[in-house]
T-cell receptor, first 113, second 114 residues
């Protein structure tokens, strides 16, 4: 069964460093998303991406964040200068249409120290 | 504003008994409703969805959910719980006014005891 894969599963970084979280969505999907879950809190929307551009972003997704689909298969989330409060589980997701269920990856646990 | 509420942080049920995990929603348009399950150290797995049609929808692993428009609810149910059903369950809604994102509930931890 096709699945969304994310790497790495766990990333530890120092405050102020740049991190790139990687995702390979399901191959025939057209809509891509990043969500995050701070420990003990809700799953929060970060950004949606379609046709090589951001279709919507939340207030969390400030200038420190960016997304890219560099080669037609990968979908990356970059955090330019990490803060302690960026520590969370980051989930990538994809869907074949805008109004269908999304399939989520297993997540990348980001720890900023 | 769009939102999803899961009023119970935890639900405990004995194996073999029926289970219900509650979810209510608030959206400005018509809701597209989803249930996801999260096992430890795993991602969110899709269980079932309601888009339109029959109010009772069936999903994976014997789960079903009932859409109730008047009560704005979408409770997850299973007639006979298994110990392996123990996990974190999330209700989510997509708003037909804005499909770009899911709104998730806070999650309900289901504990099924042998």
């Amino acid at each position: 069964e096709p699945e969304v894969t994310q790497t790495p599963s766990h990333q530890v970084t120092q405050m102020g460093q740049e991190v790139i979280l990687r995702c390979v969505p399901i191959s025939n999907h057209l809509y891509f998303y990043w969500y995050r879950q701070i420990l003990g809190q809700k799953v929060e929307f970060l950004v949606s991406f379609y046709n090589n551009e951001i279709s919507e972003k939340s207030e969390i997704f400030d200038d420190q964040f960016s997304v890219e689909r560099p080669d037609g298969s990968n979908f990356t989330l970059k955090i330019r200068s990490t803060k302690l409060e960026d520590s969370a589980m980051y989930f990538c997701a994809s869907s074949v249409k805008i109004n269908t269920e999304a399939f989520f990856g297993q997540g990348t646990r980001l720890t900023v120290v | 504003a769009q939102s999803v509420a899961q009023p119970e942080d935890q639900v405990n049920v004995a194996e073999g008994n029926p289970l219900t995990v509650k979810c209510t929603y608030s959206v400005s348009g018509n809701p597209y409703l989803f249930w996801y399950v999260q096992y430890p150290n795993r991602g969110l797995q899709f269980l079932l969805k309601y888009i339109t049609g029959d109010n009772l929808v069936k999903g994976s692993y014997g789960f079903e959910a009932e859409f109730n428009k008047s009560q704005t609810s979408f409770h997850l149910k299973k007639p006979s719980a298994l110990v392996s059903d123990s996990a974190l369950y999330f209700c989510a809604v997509r708003d037909t006014g804005n499909f770009n994102k899911f709104y998730f509930g806070s999650g309900t931890k289901l504990n099924v005891k042998p």
